[in-house]
């Protein structure tokens, strides 16, 4: 029951994270400028209402909802945390579902109707598998259609991964919190996480402060277990107060890192003397053999009997 428990805080606390990020207007426009490759150009984006009422008249809220200002141009984003399947079939049900509202807005002004460029962003474990577009989901009949990689059709989405940010990009003055989550998230998964906080500590902004120590709480409990990670939470949250945020995180590390390099130490010094032991052992078994008098490879082996008969 505890171990659910704690699986569950950490999944709401990886979404919660990732949604929170995503409510920055600043860093939508980056993901955007970024996924288009369009990271020169200025765009100004504004939030929109992000409940679609889809075909089944269910009202279902999107991860991400944006557009470009004075344009019908949108921007839907969907953050998956693991695979799924069908998430071009979902993203083609909320793009029709866009388009219809567009059109019902716009027919008697006799504008065009909206545009809607669909991203997902994956920050799960390994490459995202699924389909890209709702015609690899359909059935094949007669020719195969050839999708063009600049192709953006109905149902079609862009994607965004973690090996789309690297360590050298995140720790320039551009970074984003998007960025720094994801390698952060890349980091635990490869088991470098404190040598990556070491390089990205020191860029944090003063506005990622708060989202920071929230991820670090979040990243102890998962690698460490509730129990555990108490003790780097307690350090975290009292340099918190006494010295302010980054500081906390640094002072967190560091003993993390220290606390990991004894552990490595005393499970070097167990395995050299269960090596050691093993190696009595056998030299008193192998004197056993040759016939030699017990109480001689006791007081050799510095064994007891029942170690080795």
Same mark, same amino acid.
């Given at each position: 029951?505890?171990?659910?428990?704690? &699986?569950?805080?950490?999944?709401? &606390?990886?979404?919660?994270?990732?949604?929170?990020?995503?409510?920055?207007?600043?860093?939508?426009?980056?993901?955007?400028?970024?996924?288009?490759?369009?990271?020169?150009? =200025? @765009?100004?984006?504004?939030?929109?209402?992000?409940?679609?009422?889809?075909?089944?008249?269910?009202?279902?809220?999107?991860?991400?909802?944006?557009?470009?200002?004075? /344009?019908?141009?949108?921007?839907?984003?969907?953050?998956?945390?693991?695979?799924?399947?069908?998430?071009?079939?979902?993203?083609?049900?909320?793009?029709?579902?866009?388009?219809?509202?567009?059109?019902?807005?716009?027919?008697?002004?006799?504008?065009? @109707? $909206?545009?809607?460029?669909?991203?997902?962003?994956?920050?799960?474990?390994?490459?995202? !598998?699924?389909?890209?577009?709702?015609?690899?989901?359909?059935?094949?009949?007669?020719?195969?259609?050839?999708? *063009?990689?600049?192709?953006?059709?109905?149902?079609?989405?862009?994607?965004?991964?973690? +090996?789309?940010?690297?360590? =050298?990009?995140? @720790?320039?003055?551009?970074?984003?919190?998007?960025?720094?989550?994801?390698?952060?998230?890349?980091?635990?998964?490869? &088991?470098?996480?404190?040598?990556?906080?070491?390089?990205?500590?020191?860029?944090?902004?003063?506005?990622?402060?708060?989202?920071?120590?929230?991820?670090? !709480?979040?990243?102890?409990?998962?690698?460490?277990? /509730?129990?555990?990670?108490? +003790?780097?939470?307690? @350090?975290?949250?009292?340099?918190? =107060?006494?010295?302010?945020?980054?500081? $906390?995180?640094?002072?967190?590390?560091? $003993?993390?890192?220290? *606390?990991?390099?004894?552990?490595?130490?005393?499970?070097?010094?167990?395995? =050299?003397? $269960?090596?050691?032991?093993?190696? !009595?052992?056998?030299?008193?078994?192998?004197?056993?053999?040759?016939?030699?008098?017990? *109480?001689?490879?006791?007081?050799?082996?510095?064994? +007891?009997?029942?170690?080795?008969?």
């Amino acid at each position: 029951m505890k171990e659910l428990e704690e &699986e569950k805080y950490i999944h709401n &606390e990886h979404d919660k994270l990732f949604k929170r990020i995503l409510d920055r207007i600043n860093e939508v426009e980056s993901i955007i400028k970024k996924t288009l490759g369009k990271e020169t150009e =200025k @765009i100004e984006i504004e939030t929109v209402r992000n409940e679609l009422t889809t075909r089944d008249y269910r009202g279902r809220m999107v991860d991400v909802l944006y557009k470009l200002k004075d /344009k019908e141009v949108y921007f839907l984003i969907e953050h998956q945390s693991t695979q799924n399947t069908y998430m071009a079939y979902k993203i083609f049900e909320y793009e029709t579902e866009l388009i219809n509202r567009s059109y019902m807005q716009n027919v008697e002004k006799s504008k065009k @109707i $909206a545009k809607v460029i669909k991203i997902v962003i994956f920050t799960g474990i390994g490459d995202w !598998k699924p389909a890209r577009s709702i015609v690899e989901l359909q059935e094949e009949y007669g020719n195969k259609v050839k999708i *063009d990689k600049h192709y953006e059709g109905i149902g079609e989405y862009k994607l965004l991964e973690s +090996k789309d940010y690297s360590l =050298k990009e995140i @720790i320039s003055k551009e970074s984003t919190l998007l960025g720094k989550a994801i390698i952060i998230e890349k980091a635990r998964r490869e &088991e470098t996480l404190i040598a990556v906080l070491d390089e990205i500590i020191p860029d944090i902004k003063e506005d990622e402060i708060d989202e920071m120590v929230r991820m670090i !709480k979040y990243i102890l409990v998962k690698d460490l277990g /509730k129990d555990v990670a108490n +003790k780097y939470i307690k @350090i975290l949250e009292s340099k918190i =107060k006494e010295e302010g945020g980054k500081s $906390a995180m640094v002072e967190t590390m560091r $003993a993390l890192r220290e *606390d990991r390099k004894r552990t490595i130490m005393e499970a070097r010094n167990t395995g =050299k003397k $269960a090596g050691i032991l093993t190696g !009595k052992i056998q030299d008193a078994k192998n004197m056993l053999r040759e016939n030699i008098d017990i *109480d001689i490879i006791e007081r050799v082996t510095g064994l +007891k009997r029942e170690q080795f008969i």
